[in-house]
């Protein structure tokens, strides 16, 4: 049986809980927990450019808010130093007008799909300070500043933390040091005062960077720079270990004490062993029984095992609706999944 039918299957329960006479009719996802917090998915371009009417029909349907897969990466929308490249991110903002969703802009600082131009001079070297906050302000006010009034708030700075809580060393952080964070969120603030601004990041539930990161929200807020959420990406196992879910309560814990809202930016939940950790999308890995054991679809004791681990994910992030804002699903159906 595939995932997303499960995920709707696990969902079904909590939405018979809802009492509107349409979703008695036609149970959505978004009917399940709409006095909870925005649900969505990330959607890819083929989806966006209309040509997956299957992917189209399921997000329509059962969302209220999308996350762009890809196209608004600074690779994507912004190739050359002096081009940027509009089609797809206008059609992105498009879909979630005419389904009237909360859109959310993803991502504007990271250092993975970073346009290759971006922190070098003519001859290969990294540019200076004052010419990388240059790239940054015009990067970022122009793609902020295009769909102003029309994104509900931005992934400012994805994946700046090593899971031991120190920075990483991105281009941005070595030619910056931390100052390049503020910046960014003061540039995108600049351009879009109404705009919600959010930093983002995986492996939330490791307590150094968890920490960390309520530190940097701290010191943002203390500094008067508008942030409005932490993003925990969550691409995790059908294993209840992995990670412990009183790891995601810590972390729901920790988040809300700062006063900003946690979002669920990125879930999924495998139901295949894991073959690393962290995100590189350039790894590829030989197909083996090891890594896909069930080639002809699930077992029921497997389908059982996710279809549980879902739940409990659900119930968690329902019962503390209170400190969530948004919950995202990375991917429509499995096959855009991790
Ligand atoms: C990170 C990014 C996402 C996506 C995934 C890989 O989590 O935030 O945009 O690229 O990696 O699927």
Redesign the pocket.
């Known amino acids: 049986m595939k995932k997303s039918i499960l995920a709707l299957a696990a969902i079904a329960l909590l939405a018979s809980c809802s009492s509107s006479k349409e979703e008695q009719a036609q149970p959505t996802i978004k009917g399940a927990f709409q006095d909870d917090f925005l649900v969505g998915a990330a959607i890819d371009v083929p989806l966006i450019m209309g040509e997956d009417p299957k992917a189209d029909s399921i997000v329509a349907l059962h969302y209220n808010s999308i996350v762009p897969e890809n196209c608004m990466k600074s690779m994507e929308i912004h190739p050359e130093k002096d081009r940027y490249f509009w089609d797809e991110a206008d059609a992105y903002v498009k879909y979630g007008q005419d389904h009237n969703m909360a859109i959310i802009g ?2 504007l600082i990271w250092h993975a799909q970073l346009s290759p131009w971006f922190p070098y001079d003519e001859n290969g070297k990294y540019v200076d300070k004052e010419e990388m906050k240059a790239r940054m302000k015009d990067h970022i006010q122009t793609v902020v500043g295009r769909y102003k009034g029309k994104i509900k708030g931005w992934d400012v700075v ?2 700046c933390i090593e899971d031991d809580g120190t920075w990483r060393h991105t281009p941005f952080y070595d030619i910056l040091g931390e100052e390049f964070l503020p910046l960014a969120f003061q540039y995108a603030h600049e351009a879009d005062p109404d705009a919600e601004l959010y930093l ?1 990041d ?1 492996s939330m539930y490791k307590p150094a960077k968890r920490d960390k990161y309520v530190e940097i929200i701290n010191d943002l807020k203390k500094r008067g720079i508008r942030i409005d959420g932490m993003g925990m ?1 969550s691409h995790i196992g059908y294993k209840s270990d992995d990670p412990d879910l009183s790891e995601y309560q810590a972390v729901i814990d920790t988040i809300s004490s700062t006063g900003v809202k946690l979002m669920i930016t ?1 879930l999924d939940i495998s139901a295949l062993p894991f073959v690393m950790e962290g ?1 590189n ?1 350039d790894a590829n890995f030989e197909l083996t029984e090891e890594l896909n054991p069930f080639p002809n679809g699930l077992s029921e004791e497997r389908a059982k095992e996710w279809n549980d681990r879902m739940t409990q994910v659900m119930a968690l992030y329902k019962k503390h609706a209170d400190k969530i804002s948004r919950l995202t699903w ?1 991917g429509t159906t499995d096959a855009m999944s ?1």
């Open positions: 993803h991502c994805n994946e983002n995986y990406q990125e995100a999308t990375w991790w």
